[in-house]
Structures are given as C-alpha cells and as structure tokens.
C-alpha cells in the first residue's frame, strides 16, 4: 500500500499512479478525497492543495477499462 505524506497549503501534483495509463481508463476513489484534493477520472492522479489536516486514512482507487475493473488501496496523512 503506499503510503502518501502531504503537508496542509503546499501544492499535491500527479501522485498515483505511477506507471503510464493508456486512453479509455475510467477512474474513481472512496471514500471522498479531503478538501481541495482532486482525482482526475482519466489518469487517475491526485493533485491540489489541502486545506485541512487528516489522519492517515485508507483510500481505494478503481480504474475501469474494456469492462475489466481494478482496485488498489493508499493511504493518505496530511499534516498541518
């Protein structure tokens, strides 16, 4: 599981996946993202600037592609 440390105000760009995703790949996470964490449904990366402190919390990222679903797990701590 990877294990994301992000500091509270400092810009979040392009983390995970980290291997080239080819078109057509459909993306979604839960449970929600924290504030100010986005999750773009095509290449499935996380970016923003977060807003708020979390605790390190579990995440799951499914990728859609040709009626095949795949999952993987991170988890995410964001300091102040």
């Known amino acids: 599981i990877y294990h994301y440390r992000f500091q509270k ?5 392009n983390v995970h996946p980290e291997s080239e995703i080819p078109p057509g790949f459909s993306f979604s996470i839960s449970p ?3 504030n100010n964490l986005f999750l773009n ?3 499935g990366q996380i970016h923003g600037t977060p807003v708020e402190a ?3 919390t579990d995440f799951t ?3 859609k592609y040709l009626g095949e679903t795949f999952a993987t797990s991170i988890k995410i701590e964001i300091s102040d």
């Not at 105000?9 to 760009?13: D, I, L, N, P, R």
């Open 9 to 13: 105000g400092y810009s979040v760009q």
């Open 32 to 34: 929600n993202l924290p």
């Open 41 to 43: 449904t095509d290449t």
């Open 54 to 56: 979390l605790p390190a």
């Open 61 to 63: 990222i499914t990728g």
